[in-house]
T-cell receptor, first 113, second 111 residues
Framework: KAGVTQTPRYLIKTRGQQVTLSCSPI?????VSWYQQTPGQGLQFLFE???????NKGNFPGRFSGRQFSNSRSEMNVSTLELGDSALYLC????????????FGAGTRLSVL | DQQVKQNSPSLSVQEGRISILNCDYT??????FLWYKKYPAEGPTFLIS?????DKNEDGRFTVFLNKSAKHLSLHIVPSQPGDSAVYFC??????????FGAGTRLTVKP
C-alpha cells in the first residue's frame, strides 16, 4: 500500500509569491492534516480536512489555506509568501477526523528568498 | 516506505507505573531522534530528543533510550500520570535532512 505522497519535495519561491503544496493520503484514508515544522517553533498544526471540509484549524494567518478534494487528496496554499514561511510542510493522513494514528508524508521543503 | 515504525497503536498503564513506548527505524543514517506528544485537536509538541552519540537522555520523568545496533529507541515515563494520556510520535532525521515520523502510539494512563 502506497504511503502518503507529498509534492513537490522541494520548492524555492520569493517573497510575495504564492505556493500550492499537494498531499495524497493513503488509500482509504479520509482525513488529512497539515503541519509546519521550523527549527525554532517545532511542529505546528495548520489544519485538518475530512470529507472535503475543514474540521480543525491551528493558529495561522489567513494567508494559509487549504482544501480537500472528493478523492481525499488535499492542497495547501500560502499566499503573499514571507521569509518566515520557509519551513518543512508535513501532511499526515488518517482514517477518520481526530484519529490518533496518523501517517506522515516526507514533507515539502519550502524556501522563501 | 515507513522508515520509522511504531508497532503498537495503543498502550494502557496504571497511574504510577512505568510506560514504555517503542519505536524502530530502518535507516542507519538517522542520527537524531525525537519524541512528540499530541493531545486531541492539537498539533504535536516536542517532548524529548537524543542524538546518536548518546544512548540515553533523561528529562524529569521522561527518559529516551537509543539502541543503535538494534535500530530501536524507546521512551520511558515513570511514574506515569493521567495527564500523560496522549498520542506519542517518534521521529528521526539524518544530518540536516528532513524528519521522518512514526504513526503514533496512544498512551492511556488509568487512575
Amino acid at each position: 500500500k502506497a504511503g502518503v505522497t507529498q509534492t513537490p519535495r522541494y520548492l524555492i519561491k520569493t517573497r510575495g509569491q504564492q505556493v500550492t503544496l499537494s498531499c495524497s493520503p493513503i488509500s482509504g484514508h479520509r482525513s488529512v492534516s497539515w503541519y509546519q515544522q521550523t527549527p525554532g517553533q517545532g511542529l505546528q498544526f495548520l489544519f485538518e480536512y475530512f470529507s472535503e471540509t475543514q474540521r480543525n484549524k491551528g493558529n495561522f494567518p489567513g494567508r494559509f489555506s487549504g482544501r480537500q478534494f472528493s478523492n481525499s487528496r488535499s492542497e495547501m496554499n500560502v499566499s503573499t509568501l514571507e521569509l518566515g514561511d520557509s519551513a518543512l510542510y508535513l501532511c499526515a493522513s488518517s482514517l477518520a477526523v481526530g484519529s490518533d494514528i496518523q501517517y506522515f508524508g516526507a514533507g515539502t521543503r519550502l524556501s522563501v528568498l | 516506505d515507513q522508515q520509522v515504525k511504531q508497532n503498537s497503536p495503543s498502550l494502557s498503564v496504571q497511574e504510577g507505573r512505568i510506560s514504555i513506548l517503542n519505536c524502530d527505524y530502518t535507516n542507519s543514517m538517522f542520527d537524531y531522534f525525537l519524541w512528540y506528544k499530541k493531545y486531541p485537536a492539537e498539533g504535536p509538541t516536542f517532548l524529548i530528543s537524543i542524538s546518536s552519540i548518546k544512548d540515553k537522555n533523561e528529562d524529569g520523568r521522561f527518559t529516551v533510550f537509543l539502541n543503535k545496533s538494534a535500530k530501536h529507541l524507546s521512551l520511558h515515563i515513570v511514574p506515569s500520570q493521567p495527564g500523560d494520556s496522549a498520542v506519542y510520535f517518534c521521529a528521526a532525521s539524518a544530518s540536516n535532512n528532513d524528519m521522518r515520523f512514526g504513526a503514533g502510539t496512544r498512551l492511556t494512563v488509568k487512575p
